[in-house]
């Protein structure tokens, strides 16, 4: 048997101590995720490996964009009035609505609606601060340009995308990348709600196919926001609506049929497929911006 | 000869050395930033429309990471990836279809260590044009990158997303 001197056991208890207590202090900073004041949970910092299949969404002008290429027109009874934005007072509805007005600001520069524009920009800077993105929108330069160049839509166009750029940059370097899958989610409910408006006999094939491959999303989104780690009744019941129609989607023949095709084609869906899927969406959307 | 009088050294030495860690991750992630913003100045003139960065860690067996993009606008997308931050072989490539199908096509190869490169998804539809008869454009793109095996590290790979 090891024996010790006094010295020696005083500075084995000192360092067994030490190492105990740096040993609970480290275990406990790797495994819990430290909650925030405003709610955010960040992820461990040495954890550093990305999933296997991972996936990238696109911006919410660029899907308010590709439906306006394909021929939507502006119709303000679309848009989800930006004087409901004090309704949302959980943080899930917030960044949800968040994501519903992106879209709708989107939607109102390319329609060239200027000042509808404005007020809906001035929302986005209303919320940003309840949902952790106030450094994003705290610049004041941005309103300032955005009023300077109201009459310039291709600028206004430009300024958007670059505080997207901002948010996105914000977002991956404080860890809430999962932020962006809820505010997405968001703001294709309401793209499509506001293409599905839109869609009639006369709707042309272009604006059909059109609103058919922004269907591609919807699985991505529903994976995204079953990540969220602050998942709440809203989120679940919106994974849920969109899982309906999800499958709904899939279970049409012209969307097997397309499946099975190699060349990419948008499947041709019938009036009464559109409208199948226009209640689901209208039902989805009211979950989240209300009736 | 190390004593156990060393022991409380030894113990704030280790200390010292792992709050060393927490600052060569900040270094690494602000060497991520630095590739990402190479990326971002690579796309343009097209805009700025997303990006995302896959991290792995090389080991002694190989690996594949995966990518879904979708393309929802008709117009064209650049895309600059970054491998600057690669320490083993990678090898990107670009199908039509997931790994479950098994009629996709493979678009393109690309090796990546140590190098930036962009293209563009109007060159990719014309290879899928060739490949695939009445081929509409690409909707989607599955991206794979096939990483080599190569001593212990954390890597990554930097993808920025434009569109003109």
Redesign the interface.
């Known amino acids: 048997m090891i024996k ?1 001197t006094c010295g ?1 056991r005083s ?2 208890k ?2 067994t101590i ?2 105990v207590l ?1 040993l609970i202090i ?1 275990c406990r900073e790797k495994t819990e995720p430290v909650e925030m004041k405003d709610d955010i949970v960040t992820e461990d ?2 954890i ?3 999933e ?8 919410p002008i ?2 308010v ?2 439906l306006e ?1 394909a021929g939507l027109t502006y119709d303000e009874k679309n848009i989800n009035p930006y004087t409901k934005k004090n309704k949302y007072i959980k943080k899930s509805s917030q960044i949800l609505n968040f994501g519903v007005y992106s879209a709708d600001l989107a939607y109102c520069i390319i329609n060239k609606e200027k000042q509808t524009a404005l007020n809906y920009l001035k929302t986005l800077r209303e919320i940003a601060p309840s949902i952790g993105l106030e450094s994003v929108f705290s610049d004041k330069e941005l309103l300032k340009k955005f009023e300077t160049e109201i009459e310039n839509p291709e600028m206004l166009e ?1 300024l958007v ?1 670059l505080m ?2 901002k948010m ?1 940059d914000y977002l ?2 404080n860890d809430m990348k999962y932020l962006a899958v809820v505010e997405f989610a968001g703001a294709w409910v309401e793209g499509m709600h506001i293409g599905m408006n839109e869609f009639n006999e006369t709707t042309s094939v272009k604006l059909k196919a059109a609103l058919t ?2 269907m ?2 919807v699985e ?1 989104t529903i994976k995204g926001l079953e990540k969220y780690p602050n998942s709440d009744e809203l989120i679940s019941a919106v994974v849920s609506r969109l899982s309906e129609l999800q499958n709904t989607y899939n279970n049409f023949e012209s969307v097997k049929i397309a499946k099975n095709s ?5 499947p041709i869906l019938t009036s009464e497929e559109v409208g199948k899927l226009a209640l689901i969406i209208k039902e989805t959307r009211e979950l989240i911006v209300g009736k | 000869m190390i004593t ?2 060393h ?2 050294i030894l ?1 704030i030495l ?2 010292f050395l ?1 709050s060393g ?2 600052q060569d ?1 900040s270094k ?2 602000a060497k991520v ?1 630095t590739y990402k913003e190479e990326c971002k100045q690579d796309i343009k003139p097209a ?11 090389t080991s002694k067996n190989s690996q ?7 393309l ?3 117009g064209n997308y650049v895309f600059s990836v970054n491998g600057k931050l690669c320490n083993s072989n990678v090898e990107m490539k670009i199908y ?2 997931p790994s479950d199908n098994k ?1 996709r ?1 493979l678009l393109k190869t690309i090796e990546l260590k140590n190098q930036m490169v962009n293209f563009e998804s109007n060159d990719l539809n014309i290879a ?1 044009r060739k490949m ?9 793109v599955f991206i794979e990158y096939e990483i080599s095996e190569g001593s212990e590290s ?1 890597d ?1 790979i930097i ?1 920025v ?1 434009g ?1 003109k």
């Open positions: 010790f020696e500075q084995i000192f360092t030490f190492i740096f480290g910092i040495e550093m490996e990305s296997d299949m991972d996936f990238l969404l696109p911006q660029t899907l964009k590709a290429e430009e995308y997207q750029e996105d991956a370097d491959d922004q591609n999303l991505n190699e060349n990419h084609s948008s | 156990l009088k022991t409380p113990a280790f200390i792992t860690l927490y991750h690494y992630e930033n805009r700025y429309e997303s990006s995302i960065v896959t991290y792995y860690n594949t990471k995966s990518l879904e993009i979708l929802i606008s008709s039509d279809n009629k096509n899928f695939v008869k009445n081929a509409d454009r690409l909707k989607k954390q990554a993808l997303l569109l």
